[in-house]
């Protein structure tokens, strides 16, 4: 099976949105062939009704109710390859999953700059079966923040991420696994999320007992401080001054410098959240650039760095 570069042809499919779902409006979308995704074999979803469902918003494919865990390789061009190997978490609130501008097209980009990405499709909680049902819970009423202290991001709801949690060490024991195979030296993987899927990033560096992970990308995650491991590795992250998750917030960069672990972070004056590898006309568009330049100067680029 040749997985070089894109995963297949019915991705590039589902990521040409027609003109009228370029907007927040919801609309139903048939589950696009996903031949190269592998199976993690980490179970189901208990109390989990519905079956997978697809649809498009902002004209990006999104999947939900997903109860079975698969790892998709982006493999880059072997002249390009340079043994570096990234997981890439979309996000979706543990509720959805932002496939497109978060999971395959990311993907690719790392693939084009030699990195192998892997893009995890993890467990979700429940949603309503029905695309109507869900539309109208994804559009209920929500009470203004207006209990948020000045300064401060509002917290997430605390959630299960067990599920997750093993999804996310299933993927890394699939890479270790066929790290030759695939081209990719262990000392040099990380991961990045991406709202939710930063989210999930920072929980499994905070509490895996089996992911040894080179770097960590949380984009636009949650900002709150956190305990940090003895062993946490160097992270990048991002977020724009406009994004709800921000709130004047520094906390989880804080706890890493006052750990001692290398930190970056890149506070873009707006991009909202979601914004993926970019939005038109927004400051955040450029983080991408920077990320793969923090690699290349952390010599995780490097095969000869020795990690």
Known sequence: M????????????ALTAPAIAQDGTIYPLDAP??????????????DQPASESWFRQWGDPMARNITTATLTPFLPDPDKANGA??????????????????GWEVAEA???QGVAAFVLKYRL????ESLDDFRDWMNRPRPAPSDTAQGAAPRPPQRDLSNQL????????????????????????????????????????LHSETM????????????GPVDVPEDAPPMFTAIATDDFLFGGQFGVVESWYAAGVPVELHLYQNGGHGFGLGNPDRTSNRWFD???????????????SGG
């Open 166 to 205: 093993e999804d996310a060490e299933a993927a890394y024991a699939m890479i270790a696994d066929r790290a030759d195979e695939w081209g990719v030296d262990m000392d040099r993987v990380g991961m990045i999320g991406f709202s939710a899927g930063a989210g999930l990033t920072m929980h499994a560096t």
């Open 212 to 223: 040894d992970l080179a770097f960590i990308g949380p984009i636009y995650g949650g900002m």
């Open 110 to 112: 790392l693939a084009e």
């Open 290 to 304: 920077a990320f793969m330049y923090w690699l290349e100067v952390n010599d995780f680029l490097d095969a000869t």
């Open 125 to 128: 909680h429940p949603t309503p």
């Open 33 to 46: 062939a996903e031949p190269n995704a592998i199976l993690l074999g980490t179970g189901g979803v208990e």
């Open 2 to 13: 040749n997985l070089t570069r894109t995963a297949s042809l019915a991705l590039s499919l």
């Open 85 to 102: 190997a990234v997981i890439v978490a979309p996000g979706g609130g543990f509720r959805w999953l932002s496939l497109g501008n978060e």
